[in-house]
């Protein structure tokens, strides 16, 4: 057998390999590349900053990855993907944009370019944020309503600017910002200085059918009449005055140490008239407003003095709590506290405002008859038992002066 080519059969071979090389030239032209070998597909695995995915599902995952991680350019390769590449990158975008929580607080905008590599699709998708990576990482997650009650308390306590928080299942009832807050403020007047104005943005932010039970972000921002350092200082400040004013009173084992509390409150004080609750009239809940205005400034609105009231007897362990109702149409504050009898209300305003104590430990029945509404359900019920103020005693024991502590 001939073992060598004849020259015909060169050129042949020539020929044919030149037109391969051709083929391979038409090949890169469309954007088609050989890459071997051929990996297996693992979905979800992240390799750098590439990610892989072969649902759709497993698209939208990756893309908050990405958004996760405040990666700015990213890649997604999709293997064995039945679906529609295109279409279902830019749904996969509109929906993280329009309805993840993530991807509508952080993302302002997302571009992506699309190519085919023999075996998979590389997507390369192009984030631009609207907050940073910081504000991103600042997030913090919670599993229930008692986490999130906690988390905001802890940031309103100590005066933060803001607070950023995840929410599995978001209902207004069990969400509203506003009532946790002013809870938290009125049981705790001898901690918190002042109540601050607050803000809240939730993501995403549909009035719509859908609008609850939905996973949300909530952003709250606080601003506060003083800095934070004026109101610790501030706090410290009240404490240290309750003290002085408790310190040296030996005080009755009796109802008749409310009327102390009264008298305390009352010696050279003003209230500020025309108080209503209307945000917009006040100077972010100004000192007017808190403890502080009551004892240490001698000039508050009912509020004011309510919370001062508070304090007295939290100071003391006395079980009371601020009253927010109306009193002849107008909204008000009070309070309620618990005696050995049963639970009476007390109104410092009013008594400082008609010199004498009118509003002292009365009854609901008499609450009412003087012009007062509350919601009862927020609040116990009283004692029916109608007290004899008057025959209170008038005298105040004083004691020598106990070292302060705080």
């Known amino acids: 057998m001939n073992r060598f ?35 297996e597909n693992r979905p979800g695995e992240v390799v750098g900053d590439e990610l892989r995915a072969e649902t759709f599902q497993e698209l939208k995952d990756n893309i908050l990855h990405l958004i996760e991680e405040g990666i700015e350019v990213g890649t997604i390769r999709l293997y064995n993907y039945t679906g529609e590449i295109d279409s279902d990158i830019e749904a996969a975008i509109t929906q993280t944009m329009k309805y993840e929580p993530l991807g509508v607080y952080a993302v302002e905008y997302v571009s992506y370019k699309s190519v085919r590599i023999l075996s998979y699709h590389e997507i390369t998708l192009t984030i631009t944020y609207r907050k940073t990576a910081e504000e991103i990482a600042a997030i913090k997650k919670v599993s229930s309503v008692s986490d999130f009650k906690n988390l905001l308390t802890d940031a309103y306590s100590g005066y933060e600017d803001s607070l950023t928080v995840e929410v599995p299942w978001y209902y207004v009832d069990q969400y509203n910002v506003e009532d946790i807050l002013q809870s938290y403020y009125d049981d705790n007047p001898l901690t918190v200085a002042a109540a601050p104005n607050f803000t809240m943005k939730l993501y995403p932010d549909m009035e719509a059918e859908g609008a609850t039970g939905w996973q949300r972000i909530l952003e709250v921002s606080f601003t506060y009449p003083e800095s934070r350092a004026r109101l610790r200082e501030m706090s410290r400040e009240l404490l240290r005055q309750i003290s002085r004013m408790l310190s040296d009173l030996e005080l009755p084992d009796d109802i008749s140490r409310f009327k102390v509390f009264e008298d305390l409150l009352r010696e050279n004080s003003e209230v500020i008239s025309g108080y209503d609750f209307d945000p917009d009239g006040k100077d972010a809940y100004g000192v007017e407003y808190t403890a502080y205005g009551a004892i240490i400034n001698k000039s508050a609105t009912s509020e004011g003095y309510a919370l001062a009231f508070k304090a007295l007897c939290d100071f003391l362990d006395i079980d009371c709590h601020v ?41 609901d029945g008499q609450m009412a008859e003087k012009g007062y509404r509350w919601n009862p359900s927020d609040y116990p019920r009283s004692a029916a038992e109608i007290i004899n103020v008057s025959s209170m005693t008038e005298e105040l024991i004083h004691t020598e002066p106990i070292e302060e502590t705080e």
Do not use: F
């Open 5 to 39: 080519k004849s020259p015909l059969a060169v050129i042949a071979a020539l020929i044919s390999a030149l037109a391969l090389l051709g083929g391979c030239n038409l090949l890169l032209s469309r954007d088609y590349m050989v890459i071997t070998p051929h990996l």
């Open 323 to 363: 009253v927010r109702g109306r009193l002849d149409g107008l909204e008000h504050c009070w309070n309620i506290v618990k005696t050995e009898d049963g639970w009476y209300h007390v109104d410092v305003a009013m008594d400082i405002t008609d010199s004498g104590y009118q509003y002292l430990l009365c009854t």
